[in-house]
């Protein structure tokens, strides 16, 4: 069974919430995500960066979350919640995946980052971090002026990458979310499989604690 190597509250969400969507089986081994568990050989030989989460299917090991989706997607999703490859909608399929890790999700990266690592001139970074990350929230609030998801009325899987987001976007940057965003987003984590993960994830917190 395919085993997702997860921290509370972290990007192993997304995998979760993809295989809940699309009913995958999957089994969660939480993961410890103090910075010298991370430090740990043992950790490294999964993440060779320290970081988390980690998806394991029989000899396959991969440590990026977006392409941990995809990989599901393409074996176990059977042609659900993406356009197929010859589909004009592919193409912004795959905008929309990318811009959920490489340019929403950064500088929110960046805000968690300055504010455990770095102290000096923490406000001015932390401060353009969250002007960028709120760019990225007027686009999608522009791109959903006339639909219910990114791409139409069909939701697939780069709307539960950007949600995933905007939940980090909510608590670091600002809970006020544009109409058409909120409006998406209460949409999207309407879903019983967003409610099934944040049950497996707070179960994750709780399999930590005991
Ligand atoms: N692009 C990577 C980012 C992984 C990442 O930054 N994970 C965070 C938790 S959500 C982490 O492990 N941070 C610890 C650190 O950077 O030291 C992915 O999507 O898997």
Request: charged share 25%; with cysteine; glycine share 6%.
């Amino acid at each position: 069974m395919l085993k997702i190597y997860h921290s509370p509250g972290t990007r192993g969400f997304r995998v979760i919430w993809v295989c809940e969507e699309l009913s995958v089986p999957y089994e969660i081994v939480p993961v410890n995500f103090a910075a010298e568990y991370r430090a740990t050989p043992e950790w490294r030989a999964l993440n060779p960066v320290g970081k988390v989460p980690v998806m394991v299917e029989g000899d396959l090991t991969m440590f990026e979350s977006c392409a941990m989706m995809q990989y599901v997607l393409d074996r176990h999703g059977n042609g659900r919640l993406q356009p197929g490859k010859d589909d004009p909608a592919y193409a912004h399929y795959l905008q929309w995946i990318w811009f959920a890790e490489a340019t929403f999700a950064r500088p929110l990266g960046e805000v968690v980052n300055h504010r455990r690592a770095f102290n000096p001139e923490i406000d001015d970074v932390v401060a353009e971090m969250k002007g960028r990350a709120t760019a990225c929230v007027e686009a999608l609030d522009a791109a959903l002026s006339d639909r219910a998801y990114l791409q139409g009325d069909t939701m697939n899987a780069a709307d539960l990458s950007i949600c995933y987001v905007m939940r980090g976007y909510r608590r670091m940057v600002s809970e006020a979310l544009p109409a058409n965003v909120q409006a998406y987003f209460d949409r999207v984590t309407a879903l019983p499989s967003y409610e099934a993960a944040v049950k497996a994830d707070a179960e994750t917190s709780e399999r930590l604690k005991g």
